[in-house]
């Protein structure tokens, strides 16, 4: 297994639900982050983690909840959604979260498709 | 607060048409300008960063250029199999985070 991957690729719930995403990478990097892309929007970045912890949280409702319990594995725990949390979820890693552009190159995952019911 | 701004937003080719693809930014001070590639159903790939007005890059029929407030992504000769959504994407200084545009839909048709 190389790269970013991403379970599972598709996910239904209703918004009583509770569900996680997972992502695993094995490109030895130390930054790993969880972006929500949408129709017709720019990524927008929802969660950053650096050496397991957490530098950016960009004011996500609560009902959206991360977990990284090393620097391999990100989890995305979802909880009582909303319709408009339809969406595409990916997630990236890089070589650290910092200021120099090389160590800042992000390698994305292929998503999990979301539909909330 | 950064901004990119990509025209066209989408982009109808014949396979051999040459086009360029517009990624304009706002940012106070450039620390590096990133394109990605996706393809449907599937996450963005890396492609190229640049750093400093005047850089040019290029893989197989893509070439990126730079400018103090533009980077153009030309594609030479397009096939069928360089349809995909083009997204660019700055990293001010002083700031880790990267600034995305909404992305150039490319349909090259044979």
């Known amino acids: 297994e190389t790269g970013v991957t991403q379970t599972p690729r598709h996910l239904v719930m209703g918004m009583t639900n509770k569900k996680s995403l997972k992502c695993e990478q094995h490109l030895g990097h130390n930054a790993m982050y969880w972006y929500k892309q949408s129709a017709k929007k720019p990524l927008e970045l929802m969660f950053v983690?650096?050496?397991?912890?957490?530098?950016e949280n960009n004011s996500v409702p609560s009902r959206f909840s991360p977990e990284c319990p090393n620097s391999s594995h990100l989890f995305l725990h979802l909880h009582t959604l909303q319709p408009e949390d339809s969406a595409l979820y990916l997630c990236a890693s890089s070589e650290r979260d910092g200021w120099d552009t090389r160590q800042n190159i992000q390698y994305f995952g292929a998503g999990t498709r979301l539909s909330v019911l | 607060e950064d901004q990119v701004t990509q025209s066209p937003e989408a982009l109808r080719l014949q396979e051999g048409e040459s086009s360029s693809l517009n990624c304009s930014y706002t940012v106070s001070g450039l620390r590096g300008l990133f394109w990605y590639r996706q393809d449907p159903g599937k996450g963005p790939e890396f492609l190229f960063t640049l750093y400093s007005a005047g850089e040019e890059k290029e893989k197989e029929r893509l070439k990126a250029t730079l400018t103090k407030k533009e980077s153009f992504l030309h594609i030479t000769a397009p096939k069928p199999e360089d349809s995909a959504t083009y997204l660019c994407a700055v990293q001010a200084r002083g700031n880790n985070r990267l600034a995305f545009g909404k992305g150039n839909q490319v349909v090259v048709i044979p």
């Open positions: 983690y650096n050496f397991k912890e957490q530098t």
